[in-house]
């Protein structure tokens, strides 16, 4: 159904997702995709209804191919309050129009992988985010194996903030995910709660080890660090909520 990769990044464009490419949406979702998508989702994609989307096309294929989706990207908007992710956004309870982008979706066909064509939907997504006044993060999560996507976050400046242990539930199977954010509009949160633990706890140590380290090796004088308190994989907390992706209802799809 596809056709040849075509390595000139030039030519390739992006594009809101429309009604007549349903078919080819949900081929693309089965393909890339351990999980399956209601048709409903699609429904809501292609529709416009709540979900927002960019498609990306090969303007150099053969004319009946030159708008055929290679990639795509969806995701919706969340309330900042009513999300997971409220503890690390800077976030004025007064305020309750604060805004998240969820990323739902994101795939590009095998043949045009590693040609910036993700990096260029990620873009989009970010770009739109930013144009939204009350928006202060994009954020999704990513199975914990997903190397690529994993790679491709990290390169758009996503930061890891949370390893959630066993997330999905694919075919009896539990997995971890990973939740990456992207700030914007001056939404880093200074510092969590649970960040602001995980420095009292590293300063405790460090102390400790300090004063050992003075009792028993007299000849040894490291000057003592304090710990940073940073945003990266390191920082792992439990999973609050598991998801199962097979049965799980059309309005909470979620990018694996
Ligand atoms: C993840 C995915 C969207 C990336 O699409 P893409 O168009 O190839 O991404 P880009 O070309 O913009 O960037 C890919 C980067 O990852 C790197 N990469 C690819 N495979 C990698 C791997 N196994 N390990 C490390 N880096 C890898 C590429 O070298 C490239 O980096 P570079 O630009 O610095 O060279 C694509 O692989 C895909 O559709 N996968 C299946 C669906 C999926 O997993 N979606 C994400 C769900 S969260």
New binding site residues.
């Given amino acids: 159904m596809l056709g040849r990769k075509t390595p000139r990044r030039s030519s390739i464009g992006y594009r809101p997702i429309g009604p007549s490419d349903l078919e080819i949406l949900q081929q693309l979702h089965a393909d ?2 351990p999980i399956r998508y209601e048709p409903e989702f699609f429904h809501n994609v292609v529709n416009r209804r709540e979900i927002i989307s960019w498609g990306a096309v090969d303007r150099n294929r053969p004319n009946a191919q030159s708008d055929e989706l290679i ?1 795509f990207v969806t995701i919706k908007i969340v309330l900042a309050r009513e999300s997971e992710i409220t503890d690390l956004v800077r976030f004025d309870p007064t305020r309750s129009d604060q805004s998240l982008v969820y990323i739902l979706t ?3 066909v095998e043949s ?8 260029g939907l990620i873009r989009e997504v970010t770009r739109y985010a930013k144009t939204i006044p009350t928006c202060r993060a994009a954020y ?1 999560h ?1 199975i914990s194996y ?4 994993i ?2 976050y990290k ?1 758009m400046s996503f930061t890891c903030v949370r390893r959630l242990y066993g997330f999905y539930l694919i075919e009896g199977q539990h997995y971890d995910a990973y939740l990456f954010v992207y700030y914007v509009n001056g939404g880093r949160s200074p510092c969590s709660p649970l960040e602001l633990a995980v420095c009292a706890v590293n300063y405790v140590r460090s102390s400790l080890k300090s004063v050992a380290g003075r009792l028993w090796r007299y000849d040894v004088k490291k000057p003592w660090r304090w710990t940073k308190c940073k945003d990266n994989c390191g920082l792992v907390t439990p999973s609050q909520s598991k998801r199962n992706l097979v049965n799980e209802g059309s309005n909470d799809f979620q ?2």
Avoid at 112 to 119: D, E, K, L, M, T
Avoid at 146 to 149: F, G, I, Y
């Fill in positions: 890339l995709f990639g994101l795939g590009v045009y992988r590693n040609f910036g064509v993700a990096s999704l990513v997903n190397t690529p996507a790679y491709l390169k990018c694996v």
